[in-house]
């Protein structure tokens, strides 16, 4: 049985070819995010436990923010002196290290990264553990000198000499480059500004009495948790966060560990998308394999192999495509992994593909998802293949299926559609985010498991409706590729659903981001007032200096300030929210458009005050007037009493969660050296919108990064941000389409294979190749349409309940991207024609007296 498992792997090899493809696929998704994420990790890893101080004093951590503020948590400088006498201590340097400025050139062009990389100014102290070394020029000597790292000068040609702009916090300065420092470890893509130690507390924190950091390294002897803990003894740990080398090495990577999830989840999710697409695929190949290998088979039982060795026969065949296809994904995945270290030297990140790591769970992850799947998908096939008795076999029995009924299927479709169909309709009528999202999800899984499993039982009616037409348009032809398609409903609609799944997922998708850039399109029409909004592109807050420009440039009338700043509320329910609340100038009123429950804009801006939504403050029992503790950053305090509560929709709220705002005293009180993140201004009397819009581009020239953005741009802006994701579920498509078309083409390829008798047989009474080739290919449309349909239907669904789950977040209108879906059931007719080229080439050249002479 083993030789005649081996030899009927290699006989069919040809057939296998297309389902191995999709393994690989899988496969190289898989083995390429973990080299990836290991490789950047080990990288990573390398580089900070490399350049920590042995003891690193930093500011208290306290309350994070999505949203960045400006502030820059500060240690007093004087902190070192008494770090220095601690006993073990042999060097104790106050470090000064920002990423809340902008650095720009005589042309006012950026100088810093494009991709999304921090601009990092620091003194210039330099020790081993240093990650540059100065490479041309000398080090910066006082005031108006600085030093630029190598890869940024190269990439915005930069020579010693140059004068560059420094925008931070305390001011604007100049600097002239004066030298350039050279990577000696991993660029992590940022770039470098380096200050004179006696001069950067001034001029990038305010004050020389600032550090942002102690950092203390540790006499011979003494290891760093002793001098952890003798520090720790000294200045105490209420104020401060001692950490030692690995500690701090571990808190760098964990910030950086958030970058990388996101480009390994996106990968495992094509991967996931491969696997799923791909089982449909191997399915399909195997039952249609053990259909025409009935004989085979039938030989086998009468010559004495029982049902077990038969499935094990088929079983095994199945392991070593997937162990083929495993291997040839690893390699793959080795070369899609390099391929993406080489990509991140675009961002700035110059990796080397000689450090890639290979861990030893990523070839064991590449083998269980390549054999475990095709062990799965082929499980069901050997199965069927087991139970057919030798003379049934030897009488050519149809193992597929055709002649089956589709009882079975039906009733458990119904059952799992019900099911699924319950989930979602309580996912629309339910009130809270987290109970309908949960919804959303088992309602999305079980209808999409309950719409494959009653698929065959749909192939009649819908492909009788879409093939329609068929008979009149092309005759006979036409007729005969629609019965085709009718011929075995199982496999029709085996592979129809490879494309009905990401066709789902489009479909969902496309009707929840219209519906999103529609909902914050009516948002921004129905609150914001504001002539213009002054921001910086990347939202990161600017200096003081371009308020003080906008508000001088003439035209300008009214001018609110906005900043941000993380919160903590103690609530009357006794829980504790963090959150990210919003601080205004008393004109709010002038340049957004504010419903309020109880209250108004003046009580919520008045010192003391803050409001809050009407329903988060419901749900935590907050009335007006009540008294909150509210903590801010670097552990100050206060009791705020709410001044007003607003009945805007979630997303329309000013602040984040619990729409939290107060006056803009109260941010500048309690978060010191903080920055404006946003200006909303209107024209004064007698000023045009576009006068004013001209005259305030002029004014922010020296300023690149701050950008002037009226409604229209706004409105795009949040189309870009939402077409991110978009993007995304369609390179999801394209991968779903890719291994599709595969599984059309192995359908039909096998199908020829299949049907050679009666294909010869047509050609004999008369059929023309032209014809020959033109039947196969409206087979394939019908197929393929047959797929968009059932996906379209499912996505929309989907996409209509995603949508009533935004609805609870304030996102409340609904939109159909009709556009995308005549395109992509377009597209699917396009995608089967394209299919179906090979296989109709190969049967219209096929021997008419060899083909009806086939056994």
Same mark, same amino acid.
């Given at each position: 049985m083993l030789k005649a498992t081996l030899r009927s792997f290699l006989a069919h090899k040809g057939r296998l070819l297309l389902s191995a493809l999709a393994i690989v696929l899988s496969v190289a998704f898989v083995a390429g995010s973990l080299i990836f994420s290991d490789t950047v990790t080990r990288t990573f890893d390398r580089l900070f436990a490399s350049t920590s101080a042995d003891v690193t004093v930093e500011p208290k951590e306290g309350l994070s923010s999505q949203v960045p503020t400006g502030?820059?948590?500060?240690?007093?400088?004087?902190?070192?002196?008494r770090v220095a006498k601690v006993d073990g201590v042999a060097l104790a340097h106050p470090d000064v290290s920002v990423e809340n400025i902008t650095v720009v050139d005589s042309r006012n062009k950026s100088v810093g990264p494009t991709t999304g990389a921090p601009t990092i100014a620091s003194d210039w102290f330099l020790t081993a553990r240093s990650p540059v070394k100065l490479t041309s020029g000398h080090a910066p000597h006082g005031r108006g000198e600085a030093l630029l790292d190598a890869d940024t000068a190269d990439k915005m040609h930069v020579r010693i000499g140059d004068t560059l702009t420094v925008l931070a916090q305390p001011g604007i300065f100049k600097v002239k480059i004066v030298g350039i420092a050279t990577f000696t470890t991993t660029n992590p893509g940022a770039a470098l500004v380096f200050l004179d130690p006696k001069t950067a507390a001034t001029q990038l924190l305010g004050s020389a009495a600032k550090a942002t950091s102690i950092s203390v390294d540790a006499a011979k002897g003494v290891s760093d948790a002793q001098l952890k803990s003798r520090v720790a003894a000294v200045v105490g740990t209420?104020?401060?966060?001692? +950490?030692?080398? @690995?500690? !701090?090495?571990?808190?760098?990577?964990?910030? #950086?560990?958030?970058?990388? %999830?996101?480009?390994?989840? =996106?990968?495992?999710?094509?991967?996931?998308?491969?696997?799923?697409?791909?089982?449909? &695929?191997?399915v399909n190949t195997f039952s249609m394999l053990i259909a025409q290998r009935t004989r085979e088979l039938g030989l086998l039982r009468a010559l004495g192999a029982d049902r077990r060795q038969v499935r094990r026969s088929v079983l095994t065949e199945a392991v070593l495509l997937g162990l083929v296809g495993s291997t040839l994904g690893l390699a793959v995945g080795i070369g899609l992994a390099a391929g993406l270290i080489k990509l991140m030297s675009v961002f700035g990140m110059n990796l080397k593909t000689t450090e890639m790591v290979i861990g030893w769970g990523t070839p064991v992850a590449a083998y269980v998802v390549g054999i475990g799947v095709t062990f799965v998908a082929a499980y069901l096939?050997?199965?069927?293949?087991?139970?057919?008795?030798?003379?049934?076999?030897?009488?050519?029995?149809?193992?597929?299926? =055709?002649?089956?009924?589709?009882?079975?299927?039906?009733?458990?479709?119904?059952?799992?559609?019900? #099911?699924?169909?319950?989930?979602?309709?309580?996912?629309?009528?339910?009130?809270?985010?987290?109970?309908?999202?949960?919804?959303?999800?088992?309602?999305?899984?079980?209808?999409?498991?309950?719409?494959?499993?009653?698929?065959? &039982?749909?192939?009649?009616?819908?492909?009788?409706?879409?093939?329609?037409?068929?008979?009149? $348009?092309?005759?006979?032809?036409?007729?005969?590729?629609?019965?085709?398609?009718?011929?075995?409903?199982?496999?029709?609609?085996?592979?129809?659903?490879? $494309?009905?799944?990401? &066709?789902?997922? =489009?479909?969902?998708?496309?009707?929840?981001?219209?519906?999103?850039?529609?909902?914050? /399109?009516?948002?921004?029409? +129905?609150?914001?007032?504001?002539?213009?909004?002054? !921001?910086?592109?990347?939202?990161?807050?600017?200096?003081?200096?371009?308020?003080? +420009?906008?508000?001088?440039?003439?035209?300008?009338?009214?001018?609110?300030?906005?900043?941000?700043?993380?919160?903590?509320?103690? &609530?009357?329910?006794?829980?504790?929210?963090?959150?990210?609340?919003?601080?205004?100038?008393? !004109?709010? /009123?002038?340049?957004?458009?504010?419903?309020?429950?109880?209250?108004?804009?003046?009580?919520?801006?008045?010192?003391?005050?803050?409001?809050?939504?009407?329903?988060?403050?419901? /749900?935590? /029992?907050?009335?007006?007037?009540?008294?909150?503790?509210?903590?801010?950053?670097?552990?100050?305090?206060?009791? $705020?009493?709410?001044?007003? $509560?607003?009945?805007? @929709?979630?997303?329309?709220?000013?602040?984040?969660?619990?729409?939290?705002?107060?006056?803009?005293?109260?941010?500048?009180?309690?978060?010191?050296?903080? !920055?404006?993140?946003? #200006?909303?201004?209107?024209?004064?009397?007698?000023?045009?919108? %576009? *006068?004013?819009?001209?005259? #305030? @581009?002029k004014t922010l020239e020296?300023?690149? *990064?701050?950008?002037?953005?009226?409604?229209?741009?706004?409105?795009?802006?949040?189309?870009?941000?939402?077409?991110v994701l978009l993007y995304l579920v369609y390179a999801l498509l394209g991968l779903a389409i890719i291994i599709a078309v595969l599984g059309v083409v192995n359908t039909l390829a096998l199908s020829v294979v299949e049907r050679t008798r009666e294909i010869g047989l047509l050609r004999a009474i008369g059929l023309a190749r032209r014809q020959l080739r033109r039947m196969i290919r409206l087979e394939s449309v019908v197929i393929a349409v047959f797929g968009a349909v059932l996906g379209l239907a499912l996505g929309l669904i989907w996409g209509v309940c995603t949508q009533q789950v935004l609805a609870l977040q304030g996102m409340k209108a609904l939109a159909i991207p009709w556009t995308t879906i005549v395109a992509v059931v377009i597209g699917s007719a396009v995608v089967g024609i394209v299919a179906a080229l090979l296989p109709a080439l190969r049967a219209s050249r096929m021997n008419v007296l060899a083909a009806i002479a086939h056994e």
């Open positions: 502030a820059v948590e500060t240690v007093p400088a004087s902190l070192v002196n209420g104020r401060y966060d001692i +950490k030692t080398a @690995d500690e !701090q090495a571990k808190s760098a990577a964990a910030d #950086l560990g958030g970058f990388l %999830d996101v480009i390994k989840y =996106v990968m495992l999710g094509f991967a996931g998308i491969a696997v799923l697409v791909g089982v449909f &695929l191997i096939p050997a199965r069927r293949a087991a139970v057919v008795s030798p003379m049934a076999a030897l009488a050519d029995a149809e193992i597929a299926g =055709v002649g089956r009924p589709l009882r079975n299927r039906a009733i458990v479709g119904s059952v799992v559609g019900a #099911l699924g169909a319950a989930a979602l309709v309580g996912c629309v009528t339910s009130s809270k985010t987290s109970s309908a999202a949960s919804l959303l999800g088992l309602g999305v899984v079980l209808t999409l498991i309950a719409t494959v499993i009653a698929g065959p &039982l749909l192939v009649r009616p819908v492909i009788r409706v879409l093939g329609g037409a068929f008979p009149a $348009l092309f005759g006979s032809v036409g007729r005969m590729s629609q019965r085709n398609a009718l011929r075995n409903p199982r496999r029709t609609g085996a592979t129809a659903a490879a $494309l009905m799944v990401g &066709l789902a997922l =489009v479909g969902g998708m496309s009707v929840a981001s219209a519906s999103m850039s529609k909902s914050f /399109d009516q948002q921004i029409d +129905k609150t914001l007032g504001a002539d213009f909004i002054v !921001q910086n592109s990347n939202f990161v807050p600017f200096p003081k200096e371009v308020t003080d +420009k906008v508000r001088g440039t003439e035209g300008v009338g009214v001018v609110v300030r906005q900043r941000f700043t993380p919160i903590a509320l103690r &609530l009357p329910d006794g829980k504790r929210i963090k959150s990210t609340a919003a601080g205004y100038g008393n !004109q709010v /009123d002038d340049v957004a458009h504010v419903t309020y429950a109880e209250g108004d804009t003046a009580a919520a801006l008045a010192n003391g005050s803050i409001a809050m939504d009407v329903d988060f403050a419901k /749900d935590h /029992d907050v009335t007006l007037g009540s008294t909150i503790p509210v903590e801010f950053p670097a552990g100050r305090k206060t009791e $705020l009493k709410v001044g007003a $509560l607003t009945d805007q @929709d979630g997303s329309e709220g000013f602040g984040m969660e619990g729409g939290l705002f107060f006056g803009i005293a109260t941010v500048e009180k309690y978060v010191p050296g903080g !920055q404006d993140s946003a #200006l909303y201004v209107n024209a004064a009397s007698g000023t045009s919108p %576009d *006068q004013l819009r001209s005259r #305030l @581009d020296p300023y690149p *990064q701050v950008q002037v953005r009226d409604q229209a741009d706004y409105k795009k802006l949040v189309h870009d941000q939402i077409a």
